[in-house]
Nanobody, 123 residues
């Protein structure tokens, strides 16, 4: 079974940057991989998704232009480069993968999840 592990969270500064990593126990071939995030007291939301098979990246409006999702097949890794961080970016960030190559914003479409990494905003 595919296992995912996130890393790279921490304290974020206004306008600063962080890079999150998601490392998988096997390759992401034919799978879409997404980053979701959940702020305290709020529902989990999709932030970005990548499908190498389809050559597609998708972003939510709230992160478009600031976050970049990328993949390194040789390392079985997907990254989320976050720039121009804002207070509303605070939350737990989860890596998720599904058995299909198409991206989805619905968390119920993803079968595999990491435990999450915390991003905390510091003013």
């Amino acid at each position: 079974q595919l296992q995912l592990a996130e890393s790279g969270g921490g304290l974020a500064q206004p306008g600063g940057s962080l890079r999150l990593s998601c490392t998988a126990s096997e390759g992401f071939s034919s799978r879409a991989v997404a980053w979701f995030r959940q702020a305290l007291g709020k529902e989990r939301e999709a932030a970005a998704c990548i499908s190498e098979t389809m050559g597609v990246t998708v972003y939510s409006d709230s992160v478009k232009g600031r976050f970049t999702i990328s993949a390194d097949g040789a390392k079985n890794a997907v990254y989320l480069q976050m720039t121009n961080l804002k207070p509303e970016d605070t939350g737990v960030y989860y890596c998720a993968s599904r058995t299909r190559a198409t991206c989805s914003r619905d968390e119920n479409d993803y079968q595999y999840w990491g435990r999450g990494t915390q991003v905390t905003f510091s003013s």
